[in-house]
């Protein structure tokens, strides 16, 4: 009963390049949730995704910043043209459908832009 | 615009006695209150949770208040151990709006 599964754990990235971070659910979690955590800050919110849709995406940045989840496969937050205040911990969570108030969280990607 | 706040960076306990640690809010529209714990590099864990219907909830030695008037709420640990020096986030949910709002955490270290 494997938990959250998040990959790579840590990433580093040139300015310019594309990251691209990997969620797989619980098993039967149908929802999954973004969060970023930059250096000594809280979690911040980012997106909120059912399978094939976006529910919330309120936290997102407005550009270079995508997440999807599709019908089969993880869910992905996909970063484009990084820059070095991309650098932070991203964490992903899932939760079942009406249980959203226990969402369980992956490890988090350490992304680190040189 | 920071709805949920821990004003304290860090605390220090001896080991044995009572933690307690302290979160407030300016969202009165919140419908649920969690604690999560993170050790580093790893993701936060879930420890307990309240209803903003209740004042009370227990877990073994772990025990959230909420006093929803002055909008403020704590999470005791009684005794504290060596295993719970971490950090905590508080987090808070709306119904409905299902995104967790985090607090920027308290590193709570246990003296042995």
């Known amino acids: 009963n494997a938990g959250v599964m998040q990959n790579p754990r840590h990433l580093v990235r040139r300015r310019g390049q594309e990251a691209r971070l990997r969620c797989s659910p619980m098993?039967?979690?149908?929802?999954v949730y973004w969060y970023r955590q930059l250096p000594e800050e809280g979690l911040k919110f980012m997106v909120y995704?059912?399978?094939?849709?976006?529910?919330?995406e309120s936290g997102m940045p407005k550009e270079r910043f995508s997440a999807e989840f599709p019908k089969e496969g993880p869910s992905i937050l996909r970063i484009q043209q990084v820059v070095r205040g991309d650098s932070a911990a991203y964490f992903c969570?899932?939760?079942?459908?009406?249980?959203?108030?226990?969402?369980?969280f992956g490890q988090g990607t350490r992304l680190t832009v040189v | 615009d920071q709805q949920v706040k821990q004003n304290s960076p860090s605390l220090s306990v001896q080991e044995g006695r009572i933690s307690i640690l302290n979160c407030d809010y300016t969202?009165?529209?919140?419908?649920?209150f969690l604690w999560y714990k993170k050790y580093p590099a790893e993701g936060p864990t879930f420890l307990i949770s309240i209803s903003s219907i209740k004042d009370k909830n227990e877990d073994g030695r772990f025990t959230v208040f909420l006093n929803k008037s002055a909008k403020h709420l704590s999470l005791h640990i009684v005794p504290s151990q060596p295993g719970d020096s971490a950090v905590y986030f508080c987090?808070?949910?709306?119904?409905?709006?299902?995104?967790?709002?985090f607090g920027t955490g308290t590193r709570l270290t246990i003296i042995p």
């Open positions: 969202n009165s529209m919140f419908d649920y």
């Open positions: 969570a899932s939760s079942m459908q009406g249980r959203d108030t226990e969402a369980f």
């Open positions: 098993k039967g979690h149908s929802h």
């Open positions: 995704l059912q399978k094939e849709n976006i529910i919330d």
């Open positions: 987090a808070a949910l709306s119904l409905g709006n299902e995104k967790l709002t």
